[in-house]
């Protein structure tokens, strides 16, 4: 069922400061922690990898023209796990980028720019900044399924979609409600995908990292 929400409170803490670890520690296993996530990945059968997310896909901006000041210690997730599974991932994570509302993904340079790199495989880690919006776990569903639909039908090649949870996060950033991130949020996507997954063209794949950094 719909759960609207007020507005969230704020707490005190380090400002978007994830859970654990030091800053260049955490730039390292963002997105890496896919492939411990989800072994099925090292099996390789892709090539070409499209990261979709946020800012905190976007990291460090190094892979842009023109880098972004301030944002060097937050790395690159996509490059790190480039690295990783030795295959061509590229990095197309939109500052602000949301699931529904005006800042959805579909509508942003960068899923145009995803969906023209004919990628076999995509990784979706999105939510963080629905957060900051009124919470609504049906209208936040259907908008991820229309995401994960437009993506397999502007991107014929794609081959496995995977959704990542967003990672834990504490503090108090840019009027994010901390506890959606940590708790309804990603309960939200797994439970999309558990439920849906299997309707789509290609195969749709939940990826929880959250037990791996807690680990880590």
Wanted: glycine fraction near 10%.
């Amino acid at each position: 069922a719909s759960r609207p929400r007020d507005a969230p409170a704020r707490r005190d803490g380090p400002v978007g400061a994830p859970a654990r670890g030091s800053p260049a520690r955490n730039s390292a296993m963002r997105l890496a922690l896919l492939a411990a996530a989800c072994p099925c990945a090292l099996a390789l059968p892709w090539r070409r990898i499209a990261c979709m997310g946020d800012s905190i896909t976007r990291g460090d901006t190094t892979h842009t023209d023109e880098p972004e000041e301030g944002k060097r210690d937050r790395g690159n997730c996509p490059k790190t796990l480039g690295a990783l599974l030795g295959v061509d991932v590229e990095n197309f994570g939109a500052s602000g980028a949301s699931v529904s509302g005006k800042r959805g993904y579909v509508g942003t340079d960068e899923y145009e720019d995803a969906v023209g790199f004919d990628p076999d495989c995509v990784v979706v880690m999105l939510g963080i900044n629905d957060a900051k919006l009124a919470w609504d776990e049906d209208d936040f569903v259907e908008a991820y399924a229309d995401l994960v639909e437009e993506t397999i039908a502007d991107a014929p090649s794609v081959e496995a979609v995977f959704v990542a949870a967003p990672y834990l996060a504490v503090g108090t950033c840019c009027d994010i409600d901390m506890d959606l991130v940590n708790g309804e949020i990603p309960d939200a996507v797994a439970a999309f995908v558990e439920a849906r997954g299997g309707d789509f063209a290609v195969p749709v794949r939940f990826v929880d990292a959250r037990a791996a950094w807690l680990q880590g």
